[in-house]
């Protein structure tokens, strides 16, 4: 199929690569791997030869986890993220203006900040909306605030001002939560953990009735929406049965409900075709995306699969094109 659009495609700047230690992540993923990752993420020209060369017409960039929200001190993080966001509309929207979009990097750190921030990339350096990488470290890098936390509803109620979507993207749990990882490193990743850690960060998200307070939210989820479609209906089944329990949040609805209204879902680096039905079925060929996931993943594999997946013709171009384009006004 020509004319994809992907939409979880990441960078970095030379300037956020002096913040973060990648060494652990190296060791879990290989040298050999991570070394060619890091080339390609401070790349500009090579991923937009690979776009043509793949049938992907538009990619929306985005701080690689785990971004700004990984900065302990606040002021510094505001100011990455403002540097960030002007570097990726210079040296790559700019250079690809018809080829290339942004996720605003904002810092969470700071709500009221990191409003203003989005408003400014939204507004002024054509930002398509946000990534957000996980929880915020508040004070140390075991401390952490997540999305539903109430300081953060100021930035909650900008976002939905402007009508732009934000992308939940996966980082590693906390260090004090990898207990059950311990001998099993690769699995603290990409490969299992960011799973479990976001999904749980959507599900907190469902319940806290955030939805409910400004319903035409959206939020953006990877990876075919990090298990949800196959295990929300066993936790919608159970907390109805646990309905005078507690813990059980302020939601007024049911979490299908958010799920199917709130909530679009991509294809990033999980390309396999039954668990895309599945999706489907959950959440309807409306309310999911293409995306590739690079270059932690390859553009020819996702668009391989992508473009010979057995599904119908009419939901490969939503989900290829239309879908991203009706959601982004692109």
Avoid at 194 to 201: L, Q, V
Avoid at 303 to 312: G, K, M, R, V
């Amino acid at each position: 199929m020509l004319g994809k659009i992907a939409l979880e495609e990441h960078v970095t700047t030379p300037a956020n690569n002096e913040l973060w230690d990648s060494s652990g992540e190296a060791a879990r993923n290989g040298k050999a791997y991570m070394d060619e990752v890091d080339r390609r993420l401070l790349d500009v020209d090579e991923r937009v030869e690979l776009m043509d060369r793949h049938g992907i017409d538009v990619t929306v960039l985005s701080l690689t986890s785990p971004g700004i929200q990984s900065i302990t001190e606040p002021e510094t993080a505001i100011a990455t993220a403002r540097q960030t966001n002007d570097y990726l509309r210079e040296e790559y929207v700019d250079r690809h203006p018809s080829r290339l979009r942004v996720f605003a990097a904002v810092a969470l750190q700071d709500p009221a900040s990191a409003a203003d921030e989005l408003e400014r990339a939204v507004t002024q350096l054509g930002a398509v909306g946000a990534l957000v990488n996980g929880y915020t470290n508040i004070g140390g890098p075991d401390e952490a605030r997540y999305l539903d936390a109430e300081e953060n509803f100021v930035f909650w109620e900008r976002v939905a001002a402007l009508n732009v979507p934000v992308y939940l993207h996966p980082r590693e749990p906390l260090p004090s939560q990898t207990k059950i990882y311990q001998g099993y490193s690769s699995l603290v990743g990409s490969a299992w953990g960011f799973g479990h850690e976001t999904s749980t960060h959507a599900v907190r998200l469902m319940l806290s009735g955030l939805f409910d307070r400004l319903p035409r939210l959206r939020i953006i989820l990877g990876h075919l929406g990090e298990g949800l479609p196959f295990l929300l209906p066993r936790l919608q089944h159970r907390l109805e049965k646990q309905h005078d329990g507690t813990g059980l949040g302020k939601a007024e609805r049911r979490v299908s409900e958010y799920f199917s209204e709130n909530f679009y879902v991509t294809t990033s680096g999980h390309f396999h075709t039954k668990p895309l039905l599945d999706a489907v079925s959950e959440i309807g060929s409306d309310r999911v995306m293409f995306s590739v996931d690079y270059p932690y993943e390859s553009m020819a594999e996702a668009a391989a699969w992508f473009d010979s997946a057995l599904i119908a013709e009419n939901d490969r171009a939503k989900i290829g094109r239309h879908n991203a384009e009706r959601l982004f006004g692109l």
